[in-house]
């Protein structure tokens, strides 16, 4: 069953204005009705968006099993790990909320500094504080924090893995374009 012809374009356009950057797709036309041109590859990484998708829904619950179990929590702790334990918190969700908008963009947009960026604070800031979460018995670990600290940590290992190719990928694809700009 064929949809009617003004439809079928009115549903083109819309899922072209949409879907797509104006400034980087070029017009569709019955003769060139490729998708992207043929010097044109897609860079982002598909595992690492997934990565990035499904950690945006959980960061949410991490954040509220975190202050529930630090609430729970907090009368048992000793004064500097009271301390601690808030910083980190505040830390971690800034951290967090800054390093998802980074990989998105780095990520979606295929920008460089962005996709570095992310995998900067995953590596050397957020990877760390949730191994000191994850593992200093001091804390008094409960088994909800231990477990969506687990979560949390696969997450930050896909991404950082996955970020580490993307961000290869890219820095290969975009010192060829330079070399190859060079000589025009």
Same mark, same amino acid.
């Given at each position: /069953?064929?949809?009617?012809?003004?439809?079928?374009?009115?549903l083109?356009?819309?899922?072209?204005?949409?879907?797509?950057?104006?400034?980087?797709?070029? !017009?569709?036309?019955?003769?060139n009705n490729?998708? %992207?041109?043929?010097?044109?590859?897609?860079?982002?990484? %598909?595992?690492?968006? /997934?990565?990035?998708?499904?950690? /945006?829904?959980? &960061?949410?619950?991490?954040?509220?099993s975190?202050?529930?179990?630090?609430?729970?929590?907090y009368?048992? *702790?000793?004064?500097?790990y009271?301390?601690?334990?808030?910083?980190? *918190?505040?830390? /971690?969700?800034?951290?967090?909320?800054i390093? *998802?908008y980074?990989?998105?963009?780095?990520? %979606?947009?295929?920008? !460089?500094?962005?996709?570095?960026?992310?995998?900067?604070?995953?590596? *050397?800031?957020?990877?760390?504080?949730?191994?000191?979460?994850?593992?200093?018995?001091?804390?008094?670990?409960?088994?909800?924090?231990?477990? !969506?600290?687990? !979560?949390?940590?696969? &997450?930050?290992?896909?991404?950082?893995?996955s970020?580490?190719?993307?961000?290869?990928?890219?820095?290969?694809?975009?010192?060829?374009?330079?070399?190859?700009?060079? &000589?025009?």
């Amino acid at each position: /069953m064929e949809l009617p012809e003004t439809l079928r374009k009115r549903l083109e356009d819309f899922s072209r204005n949409v879907l797509f950057e104006q400034s980087r797709s070029e !017009v569709f036309s019955r003769e060139n009705n490729t998708f %992207l041109p043929h010097d044109k590859r897609v860079l982002s990484s %598909l595992p690492l968006q /997934m990565s990035l998708y499904f950690n /945006m829904w959980f &960061f949410p619950w991490w954040w509220i099993s975190e202050i529930v179990m630090l609430h729970l929590k907090y009368a048992a *702790l000793p004064d500097y790990y009271k301390f601690i334990l808030v910083t980190v *918190l505040i830390v /971690m969700t800034l951290i967090e909320a800054i390093r *998802l908008y980074l990989g998105y963009a780095g990520n %979606l947009q295929e920008k !460089v500094p962005e996709l570095a960026g992310f995998w900067l604070l995953s590596i *050397l800031l957020q990877f760390p504080l949730v191994l000191f979460q994850l593992f200093n018995e001091a804390i008094l670990i409960q088994p909800l924090e231990r477990g !969506v600290h687990i !979560v949390l940590t696969i &997450f930050i290992l896909t991404q950082a893995i996955s970020g580490f190719v993307a961000l290869r990928d890219m820095v290969r694809h975009t010192e060829s374009q330079f070399h190859l700009r060079q &000589f025009n």
